[in-house]
């Protein structure tokens, strides 16, 4: 049963820092790509940060560039979202989304994110 488990959301004030993670198992494939994405209310989800498997390479969002990093441990097959200089405008569910080679995409449940004073 393949399970891809998002944690570490939260409220956090303007300009704080929030490190959020992504757990899966039972991905039979080897991982393609992983990615977080993000959805605020009433809009549609979009792309935040990807990273390929094989070489690491990564892709931003202009609006999240120089503010965040997404990272990864294969070992424990999970990835890693780091945050900082948190804007309301980042307030969302986060979602975490990997690929295998097949093309099969597995999505987490999603996180909240709450930037407020």
């Known amino acids: 049963q393949v399970q891809v488990v998002e944690s570490g959301g939260g409220l956090v004030q303007p300009g704080g820092s929030l490190r959020l993670s992504c757990a899966a198992s039972g991905i039979r494939f080897s ?6 994405y993000r959805q605020a209310p009433g809009q549609q989800r979009d792309l935040v940060a ?3 498997g094989s ?3 990564t892709d931003y969002a202009d609006s999240v560039k120089g503010r965040f990093t997404i990272s990864r441990d294969s070992a424990k097959n ?3 979202l780091q945050m900082n200089s948190l804007k309301p405008e980042d307030t969302a569910v986060y979602y975490c989304k990997q690929r ?3 093309g099969f995409d597995y999505w987490g449940q999603g996180t909240q994110v709450t930037v407020s004073s």
């Open 78 to 80: 999970t990835v890693y």
């Open 31 to 36: 991982i393609y790509s992983m990615g977080w």
């Open 100 to 102: 295998d080679f097949l």
């Open 50 to 52: 990807s990273m390929t």
């Open 55 to 57: 070489s690491g390479s």
